[in-house]
């Protein structure tokens, strides 16, 4: 028998960024916040020994241990899932933090665009450019209402950065300035401004300068150390949960983390939550923490299965394309990037930081006119200097064999003198890209795994196809002496790193009947759970997510306040 | 920030800075080296010089760390030597052979990867149904992975060339591995021989590159060929310079027990 806990009023299930921030917000209220976390404690002298490949990197220290809990995968409906028996094309971070430790730091807003998708693609195109299989959507919630928690997770983090010269695109005023510049940086910069492009330097939240926020919490500037993407911040240079949000709430005596706890399902009755049941995995006792409000904070995957083995909500089902739980499973792709070799030049890619990036949107969104293409929205393109480590960067030409002593020669000599300018493709929703639960395959205490099915549509593969070329032409311009590309885009490997942008699955909007959340990322089905995080975005845009994340999560802590005031649905 | 907030701060800021430097560690008011690192490195750059006579003392001496934990003597010849023809000793610098690639491959046969420790190895498995976008979907870990594998590669060179693998010819050995690599040779289990091969490969650029901590990488040598620092505590003066900056890679060593 469960073991039941005085009731609090609020309880996360996990402790990363959006559990991070709403707990400092609603404990400096005078609120009691339980954090409940899978993982350890973590610190910034954990990273004494960070500057470690094989690791971080190689063996995912940072990562969810799959052997405990993990998902099945499949490209379609009509074939069986496998489980995803080893971390690949996304990784799933655990530990106080969560993602937002080992996170790069590449802090966007997504686009005006973005938040009214579907109506800004009929007005400019007519409803025939949807195609019939894609349930794009309004998130509910338009830029406008959503600049100010953009400001506010910004200036929180630190974000370093300058104004995004594209002329679509709103001006954003970052706290710090932006990053040194690096010279393959500025080769790409001169390059795509030849072509009419509109490069700038990415916001990172890698801190370019020393930086007290508004919480009075100083962090000093980023080294570019070249560890960064997988691994945790030495310096707390980076803006990580631990180093900001956290804490602040800790400060206040309202806040009590409980590391080692795996929730396993929010418990309900009649609409309305009473608290959720977890487990200590070191005592292997079984407790039930009671609260006013529970918020569902683990990484997007994490969130739909809990609801999922919760029964909480109406789970999505393909074929009528009826219920919201699992709806509007996305990802992004990466198959744009193309790689120039320049046998002359010598750069220092040893060194980097995981937000240094020149970067350019006149491709991403709807910053261009997709009258005569065949897809919708588009990505990013980018240049990154993120630090290229010995055992996962070997570029060779294309026709150099894989191993062997013409590999060897070939990946020591371009290991200086090669670079790729690479995008993050957008991807839309498809009826047949779903979450639910796995029929055969189960965790740790016996709950079904869930089963994601997905493969990238005819849209994401044209859209991919036209990036490349540019991405081609921009290391032409940069006077590559060779370049390869890795071809068109194929049915999703699930085995090759791609980018842990997983998004959908508990998607907001502003239709009960369509989404599983309003906009203040509370449950349309049960008035006092809130699900912030990725999981929320209805599709996935081309470039990183945690900015929007973080100011979601901004807006849910608004909205947990005025139900705990109030009560009912806030919309 | 909203309004409200600048009227209410919750957290009196001195109070809380002295917490955070007590507590968390945290870099407070302006300290660029005030991280986990910093408290070790700020000390003095006499430091450097130490480590760096450390290491080259050590260099000379016995390497406790060439024995064996998984393999034995057999396997351990066989991985050698193909791992020496996947990355092997060139005009550009020391083959997976002299780096004690080998030696990296047996700890970490014998280390949690080996026994696939913190990957999902639940049942049923369907190793025939997967197809490569899907990884590993076998029963096997990796220690009965290499098994199969190696005994696999001596079985080949006894039926083509009478001979175990690792006293083979250099050509002899390439166009075994290369069967291998293109599915052409069937191993006695649940895996095939790519999926070996590409295990193999992937852990002989580990041991070349990973720091010597783990065995291999000898003194550094793989990243003194590549030009990699390994672990520094700064570039902060060099990312923006525009010619190369070459400098003596340091290990994580340099950082303990010093």
Known sequence: ?571 | MSEQDKKTPILDKRSSRRTFIKNSGLTVGGVVLGGALGSLLGKDSTKTKTIESHVHSEATAVNFNQALMYFDKTQFDTIEAAAEQIFPKTDVGPGAKELLVAYFIDHQLASNWGLNAKEYMTGPFFPTEATALFGHQTHLNRQQIFNLGIEALNAEAQKNYDNNFAALNEDDQIAILTAFEADEVTLNGAVTSGFFFRLLKSATIEGVYADPLYGGNKNMEGWKMKNFPGHQMSYANIIEKDEFVKMDPMSLNSQHNH
Request: overall charge negative; charged content about 25%; some cysteine.
């Open chain 1, 1 to 571: 028998m469960a073991k039941k806990l005085p009731k609090t009023d609020i309880v996360l299930a996990g402790v990363g960024w959006t559990g991070g921030i709403i707990a400092a917000e609603l404990t400096r209220k005078g609120y009691k916040v339980v954090g409940l976390e899978r993982g350890k404690e973590r610190k910034t002298e954990d990273y004494l020994m960070v500057h470690d490949e094989l690791r971080y990197q190689q063996r995912n220290e940072m990562m969810q241990d799959l052997s405990k809990e993990t998902l099945t995968v499949r490209h379609d409906r009509t074939k069986r899932a496998l489980p995803y028996r080893q971390h690949g094309s996304f990784l799933i971070g655990d530990g106080v933090g969560g993602s937002g430790e080992h996170w790069n730091g590449l802090t966007y807003r997504f686009f005006p665009y973005d938040f009214e998708i579907y109506t800004k693609t009929v007005e400019r195109y007519g409803k025939d450019k949807i195609p019939a299989d894609m349930p794009l959507q309004d998130w509910g919630i338009t830029y406008d209402e959503l600049v100010p928690y953009f400001e506010k997770f910004e200036t929180m983090a630190g974000i370093s950065g300058e104004a995004n010269p594209h002329p679509e695109v709103p001006e954003v005023k970052y706290p710090t300035v932006p990053l040194k510049e690096t010279p393959s940086m500025k080769m790409f910069r001169e390059a795509s401004k030849n072509l009419g492009y509109h490069p700038y330097i990415a916001p990172a939240a890698t801190l370019s300068e020393s930086y007290t926020n508004p919480d009075g919490i100083s962090r000093g500037a980023c080294q570019y150390c070249g560890f960064c993407e997988r691994f945790g911040c030495e310096y707390g240079a980076k803006a990580s949960p631990v180093v900001t949000v956290l804490p602040v709430a800790k400060e206040t005596g309202n806040f009590e983390v409980r590391t080692h706890c795996v929730v396993r399902k929010v418990l309900h009755t009649n609409g309305k939550a009473t608290g959720v049941l977890y487990v200590d995995t070191r005592t292997g006792e079984e407790y039930i923490q009671e609260a006013d409000v529970v918020v569902v904070s683990a990484y997007v995957l994490n969130n739909i299965r809990i609801l999922l083995n919760s029964k909480l909500g109406r789970p999505y089902n393909p074929e009528t394309g009826t219920g919201v739980i699992g709806k509007n499973y996305a990802y992004q792709m990466t198959s744009a990037a193309s790689t120039g070799f320049f046998k002359d030049k010598e750069f220092n890619l040893y060194a980097g930081t995981g937000a240094l990036a020149g970067v350019l949107d006149d491709f991403n969104g709807d910053n261009f006119d997709h009258t005569d293409l065949n897809f919708i929205h588009g990505g990013n393109i980018a240049l990154g200097h993120y630090g290229k480590r010995p055992i996962s960067n070997n570029s060779v030409p294309k026709g150099t064999p894989g191993w062997g002593k013409e590999f060897k020669d070939e990946s020591i000599f371009w290991a200086n003198r090669s670079l790729s300018v690479g995008s993050q493709g957008s991807v839309m929703p498809n009826k047949e890209n779903y979450i639910d639960l796995d029929p055969t395959y189960k965790d740790q205490f016996g709950d079904p795994l869930i089963r994601m099915t997905f493969n990238y549509k005819d849209n994401e593969r044209n859209q991919q196809k036209y990036i490349r070329e540019i991405t081609t032409k921009i290391l032409e311009e940069m006077g590559a002496d060779m370049i390869t590309t890795p071809g068109d885009q194929g049915d999703w490997d699930t085995t090759k790193y791609q980018t842990t942008h997983n998004t959908g699955g508990v998607i907001m909007g502003a239709d009960p009947e369509t989404s599983a959340l309003n906009n203040y990322l509370q449950m349309w089905d049960c008035e006092n759970v809130f699900v912030p995080g990725a999981n929320a975005f209805p599709h996935n845009s081309g470039m990183n997510p945690t900015g929007t994340v973080g100011a979601l999560a901004y807006r849910a802590a608004e909205g947990i306040e005025k139900y705990l005031k109030n009560g009912g649905s806030l919309v």
